[in-house]
């Protein structure tokens, strides 16, 4: 083609005027860009002047289709029109000029296109594409011409990445949380089988246990029918004759030639030799059992253990006859009777006098109560009344007067009325309720006004169910070996007589008539009473002595009325343990609502509880028994929790039906008092009961002294406030125990025998529960609890300010609730957990009510002041 060409540069100056179009069109709009399109329409009819060589340089550029070809001119700028200008096709403006390009243009295209091959449509709008890229580009100009359906798709491409993108998210997100949660499950799981083993072990030691106790209970049965056998076989040898005696060996010396009489005795011994040594046999073979185990039984053992079964050392073959022998032996036994009766006395005597002149000499109550407990009381209400109107079915049993211990201030006149099964014996048919504690509380006659009036009470505990912690003299005179560990080890021990014995001295003299009159001045307005189970019945198998706690129960009731005190009936131990704690009874495996027995012994439960509702619902008790306690710290963590919920349910329903009209009081359960929200909250009056001690949890009891006190003082008030609030927690709660000792270092408080969180040496002999690291705040071996335990009148006076104020701050923050019980009135040497020896010692109030202390805002520095962390 020639280059002076007048349509090449027709064709020149048009793409020239579309490059500058666009370039304009890319800042302007509506009307502005209209109006330029006019413009450069008027403009395009003007000559171009151009160079060769520009035309050259353009022609360079000139475009093909692919196969070869020079693709049509494009129209005039003349021809152009706002429809092809206002186009956002490409497509649609390559058609537009197509229709307006001059019929000479078409000819001379057709005729270049004729010599090659036709294209497809997919072939023209990819020329279409790359054409528009190039025509873009040549004047180094970047104006890309995107249509709105293009950009629509883009968006849509972009809007569709982001949802795969938050999709993702969503499923990682959901991926970590479902392995968090079996993780969690996992541990949960491994914790379950944890304590699902510990049951086994303890249900496996409880069950060796009893099988011990039972071999222990056949062999003295065993023993007891021989003995018996051999008194009876005595005692019709002795009711013979002389006579009678010399005529039966007359027919037996007549009946037998001496010859026989020897064969025959020769025969007696030999059975009497061979039934020795198979006793002695069977006895090695018990022994020696464990020994071979353990690798320890030998030759020399056995012949030592004989020798001891048989009382000595040994000794050489005797000549006396058997006769002669036993005469030896029995005078043996006179002449070591009548050494051991005076050696007895020679001590007995002294000690008896240097005691009658000690408490001749001493006037405080105190003593008073020992004396009374080391002799018999009077039991002057006896007098004129005689055995025998006691009927014969009654005597010597609980409703025989003349076996009891104490009749003080008991009605001894014979009857067997009974309530619920209950006995009325014992009880004085008048009562007087016009009783007031204090003039801070109102009259018995009253209602208290629970919820509006702050609870002030006390615990007696330690009185009609053992605690170790509280009287040790009980425990402390046995070993290890001899497993003496509660109430119920310990009258196995003793034995039936002798339990009954001493656990009746106990009740006439720990808790008195005086006691309720010092309870009174110090304040107090309620007690609390706990009691075991056996006070009301006892069942086959039990060791605990039957039904003798009851009278001491409804006496120490009469006291606290004769002294205007409310009483808070606290059923303390329930058949099989509801906690396995040594207070509920029995230590070791928990038998209520779990094992073989759980749910025999829950309707057991509730069958006592049928018996005290009916006895309690009396008018005689309507203004005194205000409070009534369904169960003592029921561990609902290791039972089922809907189990208990259930047994609570059925014992609240039972005890109202029955005429009970009091509050109803339940324990916690250690649940966390956050966890009651919604639960039993369709029952009128209740009352949850919490027990807060910093003693048994680790956490608190590291705390320094300055934070114990804050945590009294801010963490239990918020913790009352909570509960009370019945969108937060339950509604109405009190602490129904609680002390000021901040350290375990009391001996037995962790059971008998066994160390302390404090200092590092609690030896359960389970790793799960052993603590054997110090546990005080400073957590090294400093750690001691020698000043802890220490008599009072050796405590610094930080130490005393401290104590002082750690209890003010606790009857505060428990105040914020409907109040308290104090645990306990007296121990035998525990002086952090007596209120009687703590208000002696000075470090608790003389009054309940009296506070020299409000939980300020600023605590002091009692490091700063001298008083150690770690005693």
Same mark, same amino acid.
């Given at each position: ?17 579309? /490059? ?14 209209? /109006? ?26 000139? #475009? ?38 001059? &019929? ?31 025509? @873009? ?61 510990? &049951? ?103 012949? !030592? ?20 022998? #036993? ?35 001493? @006037? ?8 009374? %407990? ?48 209950? *006995? ?12 007031? #504690? ?9 209602? =208290? ?24 003299? =009980? ?21 039936? #007589? ?17 006691? =309720? ?87 057991? @439960? ?186 009072? *009148? ?22 914020? %609730? ?13 002086? !952090? ?12 109030? !003389? ?14 520095? =009692? ?9």
């Amino acid at each position: 083609m020639a280059r002076d060409d007048p349509d090449l540069d027709d064709r020149e100056r048009d793409r020239e005027r579309r /490059r500058q179009r666009r370039n304009s069109h890319r800042d302007d709009t509506g009307d502005e860009r209209d /109006r330029r399109r006019r413009s450069h329409h008027r403009d395009s009819a003007a000559p171009v002047d151009e160079t060769a060589a520009e035309r050259r340089h353009r022609r360079g550029h000139r #475009a093909t289709d692919s196969s070869g070809a020079l693709l049509p001119r494009a129209a005039r700028p003349g021809q152009n029109t706002d429809t092809e200008l206002d186009s956002p096709s490409p497509r649609k403006r390559r058609a537009s000029q197509s229709q307006s390009t001059p &019929r000479k243009s078409r000819t001379e295209s057709a005729s270049r296109s004729r010599s090659s091959a036709p294209l497809s449509l997919d072939a023209i709008a990819k020329l279409d594409k790359a054409n528009a890229k190039r025509a @873009s580009g040549w004047g180094g100009v970047r104006d890309y011409d995107y249509d709105e359906e293009y950009l629509q798709e883009v968006r849509k491409k972009e809007e569709r990445l982001e949802k795969e993108r938050r999709r993702e998210e969503r499923r990682e997100k959901r991926e970590k949380e479902r392995r968090t949660e079996k993780d969690r499950l996992r541990t949960v799981e491994v914790e379950e089988k944890k304590k699902k083993k510990e &049951r086994i072990r303890q249900a496996e030691a409880e069950s060796k246990r009893r099988a011990y106790e039972s071999d222990i209970a056949a062999d003295e049965d065993s023993r007891i029918q021989r003995e018996k056998k051999k008194k009876e076989a005595r005692d019709r040898r002795r009711g013979h004759t002389d006579d009678e005696r010399d005529e039966r060996k007359k027919r037996y010396a007549e009946k037998f030639t001496p010859s026989v009489i020897a064969e025959k005795r020769v025969r007696a011994k030999q059975r009497r030799q061979e039934k020795t040594l198979q006793s002695e046999e069977k006895k090695r073979r018990v022994i020696s059992g464990p020994l071979l185990e353990e690798g320890g039984y030998s030759e020399d053992y056995e012949y !030592q253990y004989m020798m001891e079964k048989r009382g000595g050392a040994g000794s050489i073959p005797s000549d006396y006859s058997e006769e002669e022998l #036993a005469r030896r032996k029995k005078i043996k036994r006179i002449l070591i009777g009548v050494v051991s009766v005076l050696i007895i006395l020679a001590i007995i005597i002294p000690v008896a006098v240097l005691v009658s002149k000690k408490n001749g000499n001493s @006037s405080s109550s105190d003593n008073t109560a020992k004396e009374s %407990g080391s002799s018999k009381p009077k039991n002057s209400n006896l007098d004129g009344l005689s055995e025998n109107d006691i009927p014969a079915s009654a005597k010597g049993g609980i409703l025989d007067p003349f076996t009891w211990y104490d009749t003080t201030d008991l009605n001894v006149t014979y009857t067997d009325a009974m309530v619920g099964g209950l *006995s009325l014996m014992g009880l004085n048919s008048t009562w007087d309720d016009d009783v007031q #504690a204090n003039d801070k509380v109102p009259n018995l006659k009253k209602s =208290f006004g629970y919820g509006k009036l702050p609870i002030r009470g006390v615990n007696v505990g330690g009185w009609l169910n053992m605690e170790p912690f509280i009287t040790p003299s =009980f425990f402390d005179s046995y070993g290890s070996r001899d497993g003496v560990i509660d109430e119920w080890t310990l009258c196995t021990k003793l034995g039936t #007589a002798k339990c009954k014995s001493q656990f009746e001295q106990h009740y006439a003299t720990f808790v008195t008539k005086q006691t =309720f009159v010092d309870i009174r001045a110090a304040g107090f307005d309620h007690v609390r009473i706990p009691f075991g189970y056996w006070a009301v019945t006892t069942y086959d198998g039990d060791v605990y002595v039957p039904k003798i706690a009851w009278r001491y129960l409804l006496r120490g009731i009469e006291y606290a009325r004769q002294n205007g005190l409310r009483i808070n009936l606290d059923l303390h131990g329930l058949p099989g343990s509801q906690n396995g704690w040594n207070h509920s009874g029995r230590q070791g495996v928990i038998g209520w609502l779990n094992g073989t027995n759980g749910e025999l012994n829950a309707q057991r @439960s509730l069958d006592i509880h049928h018996q005290l509702s009916q006895f309690f619902a009396q008018p005689r008790y309507k203004n005194i028994v205000t409070l009534y306690g369904l169960v003592n710290e029921p561990r609902m963590v290791d039972l089922d929790t809907q189990a208990v919920l259930s047994w609570t349910q059925k014992a609240i329903t039972q005890i109202r039906k029955d005429g009970i009209t009091a509050i109803l009081v339940f324990g916690d359960g250690f649940l966390g008092l956050d966890n009651w929200q919604g639960k039993l909250q369709t029952d009128d009056n209740l009352l949850l009961d919490v027990h807060q001690y910093v003693t048994f949890n680790v956490d608190q009891l590291s705390l320094t002294h300055t934070d114990k006190l804050n945590f009294a003082c801010r963490g239990w008030t918020q913790q009352s406030k909570r509960s009370m609030d019945k969108t937060t927690g339950f509604g109405p709660t009190m602490c129904g125990e609680w002390s000021q000792a901040d350290t375990d270092c009391t001996p037995n408080i962790n059971n008998v025998g066994i160390g302390t969180r404090w200092e590092g040496t609690m030896n359960t002999g389970n790793a799960s529960t052993s603590i054997l690291k110090p546990q005080c705040p400073l957590k090294d071996n400093t750690c001691s609890c020698e000043k802890a335990t220490a008599d009072p *009148s050796t405590y610094s006076d930080a130490y005393k300010k401290w104590l002082y104020q750690f209890a003010v701050a606790q009857m505060i923050s428990f105040e914020a %609730g409907w109040g308290w019980f104090y645990w306990t009135w007296e121990t035998e040497k525990a002086t !952090q957990w007596s209120w009687k020896s703590g208000m002696k010692a000075g470090i608790l109030p !003389q009054k309940v009510w009296e506070r020299e202390f409000d939980c300020p805002m600023l605590l002091e520095d =009692f490091e700063a002041l001298g008083l150690e962390e770690n005693y």
